[in-house]
């Protein structure tokens, strides 16, 4: 009885409630994780509303992608995939601010991929030091 009182709860809790809480993984664990791994530009950006009222926002946003280097999966440099992410406030849903921005994104599933804030993925302009380690976890064959 207390199981079906919890789940009630936790459906009539409003969205804002279910922030988003994760650890991050170490970069290993999120390569070994990943279906692709690579350095991308978004080429195009586009962000649509989805639900717009005084209790809830949420947008869906699409983004182009251009691979400029890859460590894992079938992409190569120069290739392009989609990533659609929709975001309310407080949730994980990572969004990208303009065409341009460069990121570190570890894919996983299928295409159009989601980013998540809990997934590692990380904006260049930030910690470098996942390149360098992405870089030698190559040179020993784990890469596959």
């Known amino acids: 009885m207390s199981k079906i009182i919890a789940l009630i709860v936790l459906f009539l809790l409003p969205s804002v409630a279910l922030a988003c809480s994760c650890s ?4 290993e664990e999120r390569f070994a994780g990943a279906s692709a791994v690579v350095i991308a530009e978004a080429t195009a950006v586009s962000t649509r509303t989805m639900i717009n009222t005084p209790e809830r926002h949420v947008e869906r946003q699409t983004v182009l992608w251009t691979v400029l280097k890859a460590w894992k999966g079938s992409y190569s440099a120069g290739e392009t995939f ?3 992410t929709e975001s309310e406030c407080c949730t994980c849903g990572l969004t990208v ?3 341009g921005t460069l990121m570190l994104l570890y894919l996983s599933g299928r295409e159009p991929y989601s980013l998540s804030t809990c997934a590692g993925h990380k904006f260049l302009d930030s910690d470098v030091k996942d390149i360098l380690l992405l870089d030698k976890l190559q040179s020993h064959g784990n890469g596959t």
């Open 24 to 27: 991050g993984a170490p970069t």
């Open 82 to 84: 989609t990533t659609r």
């Open 97 to 99: 601010s303009r065409r």
